[in-house]
T-cell receptor, first 115, second 110 residues
Framework: NAGVMQNPRHLVRRRGQEARLRCSPMKGHSHVYWYRQLPEEGLKFMVYLQKENIIDESGMPKERFSAEFPKEGPSILRIQQVVRGDSAAYFC?????????????FGEGSWLTVV | GNSVTQMEGPVTLSEEAFLTINCTYTATGYPSLFWYVQYPGEGLQLLLKATKADDKGSNKGFEATYRKETTSFHLEKGSVQVSDSAVYFCALPNDYKLSFGAGTTVTVRA
């Protein structure tokens, strides 16, 4: 059973470009979470999605960031017009349900560097 | 909402030393508690968890006991190895998402 798959693992973008990060949850998992880890900081929740629905995006910056989890295919975190401050590790996680107490499983992360 | 407060590092130890990382929580009810570990350049891996009060989670020589009287879930290992060098995160559910502590960087020297 493959784990949470993220790609690309490393991404370099120039300021103003777009970054697209992809996440395929574990088989059988319909709940996806995105977290961001800034250098020397902890993990900050960004968004929680179920298939075709955004449940909670309270941690998403108001501008330039968007996320989707279509009926078919991976979840996508999209960052438009990237700035240097977007440089971070972005982690996707999945769980079989959204109930409290369910373990969530993390992918290896996508490291974004904005130059 | 639910939250955790985690001992800040960094922590530097010699091999075979005893490791403790403190974690206390504030929560409604008795949610599950987790420790995750992040090795350099990698994602987070679940290290151990406890689902109810007085439960002890254990894995890879690490242990943590869910103590409701002190609202704590301290992580311990009796004899650390260089390979235990990593960042350790305490976490608990906050609604349907996990809230994490700030992370504790542990470096074990040979």
């Amino acid at each position: 059973n493959a784990g949470v798959m993220q790609n690309p693992r490393h991404l370099v973008r120039r300021r103003g470009q777009e970054a697209r990060l992809r996440c395929s949850p574990m088989k059988g998992h319909s709940h996806v979470y995105w977290y961001r880890q800034l250098p020397e900081e902890g993990l900050k929740f960004m968004v929680y999605l179920q298939k075709e629905n955004i449940i909670d995006e309270s941690g998403m910056p108001k501008e330039r960031f968007s996320a989707e989890f279509p009926k078919e295919g991976p979840s996508i975190l999209r960052i438009q017009q990237v700035v240097r401050g977007d440089s971070a590790a972005y982690f996707c996680a999945s769980s079989p349900t959204g109930d409290d107490g369910n373990t969530i499983y993390f992918g290896e992360g996508s490291w974004l560097t904005v130059v | 909402g639910n939250s955790v407060t985690q001992m800040e590092g960094p922590v530097t130890l010699s091999e075979e030393a005893f490791l403790t990382i403190n974690c206390t929580y504030t929560a409604t009810g008795y949610p599950s508690l987790f420790w995750y570990v992040q090795y350099p350049g990698e994602g987070l891996q679940l290290l151990l968890k406890a689902t109810k009060a007085d439960d002890k989670g254990s894995n890879k020589g690490f242990e943590a006991t869910y103590r409701k009287e002190t609202t704590s879930f301290h992580l311990e290992k009796g004899s650390v190895q260089v390979s235990d060098s990593a960042v350790y995160f305490c976490a608990l559910p906050n609604d349907y998402k996990l809230s994490f502590g700030a992370g504790t960087t542990v470096t074990v020297r040979a």
